[in-house]
């Protein structure tokens, strides 16, 4: 799914002029952006955790050349799913048998 699906479902399930939801996406994605920029968590219940760490330099190595080199301190962004989501994305069929071969539903 791109940025434009987005504004696409938008446009049609809310009834928002196109330019109009092209704006707000832009307006939910910058403020999610400048958050995540102070250092801050950005949480979508339902959804999941955005957080921003850092990693401290470490000694890594060159895989062409086998040479030490020193890979510096840098900022790494995570996302961690919601129970919701990780449930939503692991739902087996109703009826189907679950991982023991028994039947869920009966």
Aim: glycine share 10%; no cysteine.
């Amino acid at each position: 799914m791109t940025k434009a699906d987005i504004v696409e479902q938008i446009y049609e399930q809310v009834g928002f002029s196109k330019k109009e939801s092209a704006e707000l996406v832009e307006k939910v994605f910058d403020a999610i952006k400048d958050t995540l920029a102070e250092g801050e968590k950005v949480k979508i219940s339902g959804f999941g955790n955005f957080v921003v760490r850092g990693k401290n330099s470490r000694k890594g190595r060159n895989p062409q050349t086998g040479q030490e080199i020193l890979l510096e301190a840098r900022k790494v962004l995570t996302f961690k799913p919601s129970l919701v989501l990780k449930n939503l994305l692991n739902e087996t069929e109703v009826g189907a048998p679950n991982d023991d071969g028994e039947n869920p539903s009966g």
